[in-house]
Nanobody, 118 residues
Framework: QVQLVESGGDLVQAGGSLRLSCVASGHIFKTGVLGWYRQAPGKQRELVASMAFRDTTNFISYSDSIKGRFTFSRDNAKNTGYLQMTSLKVEDTGVYYC?????????WGHGTQVTVSS
């Protein structure tokens, strides 16, 4: 079993920055896919960034809506993933969820709220 805990969400003005963290505990594999999803009010949950990894090798992809503004990174030793968000826009508002998939498992955190004001 894997547990994911997100943190770092906050209220921030447009143009500001935040760094989200996702700490994983439990049976963590050296391979898998980490993802950051967000769900805006009244909308479906969407994938904003994903990282396929094996040991220290990462392959990262971003949605067009956040490309160039968000950076996904991982600290292998700390079992922690980060989403550095810059140049935040009002439309980035939502609950951000961390997801981990490996060997048939699909794990979610409870989310962290990001609110961007104009």
């Amino acid at each position: 079993q894997v547990q994911l805990v997100e943190s770092g969400g906050d209220l921030v003005q447009a143009g500001g920055s935040l760094r989200l963290s996702c700490v994983a505990s439990g049976h963590i594999f050296k391979t898998g896919v980490l993802g950051w999803y967000r769900q805006a009010p009244g909308k479906q949950r969407e994938l904003v960034a994903s990282m396929a990894f094996r040991d220290t090798t990462n392959f990262i992809s971003y949605s067009d809506s956040i490309k160039g503004r968000f950076t996904f990174s991982r600290d292998n030793a700390k079992n922690t993933g980060y989403l550095q968000m810059t140049s935040l826009k009002v439309e980035d508002t939502g609950v951000y969820y961390c997801n981990y998939k490996a060997y048939g498992g699909d794990y979610w955190g409870h989310g962290t709220q990001v609110t961007v004001s104009s």
